[in-house]
């Protein structure tokens, strides 16, 4: 019987995303295959780290094409890109937390294309007036990363309502960003 690559992937990060620390074993049974099936498709640990990376890399990807951020003003653009990320939040929160994925030269070249294009997307806003000039391109996407890790974890622990998480992140990132008149 032939396993399902993105079955596998798709169970491994929904279990990483609650819980972290989970090992193969637990990753095998939460995609329904023995352990020796899971090391057959990633050698370890790090090669299925490695294979949900490549994923998240690939659904911020696609969320940053469906938000048309180049569309409109720079804010309604950040708020449609929020909109289109909820979904890989989860995935995002784990990856954010893996270290060894932004060490050192092996770094994913797919994590500096999607700075560049958030980044682009923030600058857009400071030179149209939107957003403070301030707070560099560079931070302010990265805040926009630590929110959408942080609303994922305190929405998956109860705290907070699924249906809170777009407006949480947005009022907070775009409450400190825009611009305001000077008294």
């Known amino acids: 019987m032939a396993v399902d690559r993105d079955h596998v992937l798709r169970s491994a990060a929904a279990l990483l995303t609650r819980k ?5 074993d637990e990753v095998a049974r939460a995609a ?7 090391h057959r498709h990633f050698a370890g640990r790090d090669a299925l780290v490695r294979a949900l990376e490549a994923l998240g890399i690939a659904e911020c990807e696609a969320a940053l094409e469906a938000a048309r951020l180049d569309e409109g003003p720079a804010g309604e653009a ?5 909109r289109e990320l909820e979904p890989a939040a989860g995935l995002l929160s784990f990856l954010y937390t893996e270290n ?3 060490e050192g030269d092996g770094q994913h070249a797919g994590w500096a294309r999607l700075d560049a294009r958030i980044a682009a997307l923030f600058r ?3 030179e149209g007036g939107e957003f403070r000039i301030d707070l560099t391109p560079p931070w302010l996407t990265e805040a926009l990363f630590g929110l959408m890790a942080s609303a ?9 309502a699924p249906n ?5 992140i947005v009022e907070l990132l775009l409450g400190g960003a825009l ?3 000077e008294p």
């Open 20 to 24: 972290s620390t989970a090992t193969m």
């Open 32 to 38: 329904g295959i023995s352990r020796a099936t899971l």
């Open 78 to 82: 950040v708020r449609r890109l929020v």
């Open 100 to 102: 060894q994925l932004f």
């Open 124 to 126: 857009r806003g400071q």
């Open 152 to 160: 994922a974890w305190v929405v998956q622990s109860g705290k907070v």
């Open 164 to 168: 809170d998480f777009h407006h949480m």
């Open 179 to 181: 611009r305001r008149e």
